[in-house]
């Protein structure tokens, strides 16, 4: 292996450790509450709005709930506005995420796991926003870990984008809406979760009957066997 290439994932490892470590500074500096929306946000036009993307942005990227900053562009801008800029800043910080390990580790893997991770690459190729979109419809899971997953195989980043945004509105709106001080019943976020967790799971299972099939057409064509005639009713 190369030394830039080493070099390369140990800055990806450190990197991570860094972002853990932030993440705990930014929650013991008072980060996820309101306290600096209302000093350098709420009311402060179009440079309000540049501070919250920044910070969604940063935070978001390096492991901060996301959640939690679409509650506070809820309580900032209202639910639709908040939604707007909680959802453009998280998808800045996933991109950067992601374009963070494909730049840091991606080599050092391609080296060290090359035929196994052509097999991933493979099928993420064929299916990345389904697989992306089903990852983040699931109402549980790191959105960093995602990022730098997706990050370090050969996905392209715009149907990672595409698919993270899709997956990203459910809970954004949730989270704005509560940050609005609307009301949301502990049954409807539950249903919520239980409809996520149920669209992630059909998808997900098309998903795994679609890659089978085409697995067993690529097998039958690799062993020079023709691939089953469809049924055929009627004379002729």
Do not use: C
Request: charge should be positive.
């Amino acid at each position: 292996m190369r030394k830039g290439t080493i070099w390369r994932a140990l800055v990806l490892a450190a990197g991570l450790v860094a972002a853990a470590l932030l993440v705990r500074l930014a929650r013991d500096a008072g980060l996820l509450d309101t306290g600096w929306v209302d000093g350098w946000v709420r009311g402060q036009g179009w440079q309000g709005r540049l501070v919250f993307l920044a910070v969604t942005a940063a935070s978001t990227g390096i492991g901060v709930p996301r959640q939690a900053l679409a509650l506070l562009g809820g309580y900032a801008f209202g639910v639709v506005e908040g939604v707007a800029l909680a959802l453009l800043g998280t998808l800045i910080g996933a991109a950067g995420a992601f374009g963070y390990a494909r730049w840091a580790a991606r080599a050092a893997l391609s080296a060290r796991y090359g035929r196994r991770l052509a097999r991933a690459d493979r099928f993420l190729a064929e299916n990345p926003f389904t697989a992306v979109l089903i990852v983040r419809l699931l109402p549980v899971g790191a959105n960093v870990v995602t990022n730098v997953l997706a990050g370090l195989s050969a996905m392209p980043l715009l149907p990672f984008l595409a698919g993270s945004a899709l997956g990203y509105v459910p809970q954004t709106v949730v989270f704005a809406l509560l940050g609005k001080g609307v009301r949301v019943d502990g049954y409807v976020q539950l249903g919520l979760a239980a409809a996520l967790f149920l669209a992630s799971t059909v998808l997900a299972y098309a998903l795994y009957r679609r890659n089978r099939q085409a697995a067993a057409v690529a097998e039958e064509a690799e062993n020079g066997e023709p691939a089953p005639a469809p049924p055929h009713d009627g004379p002729g």
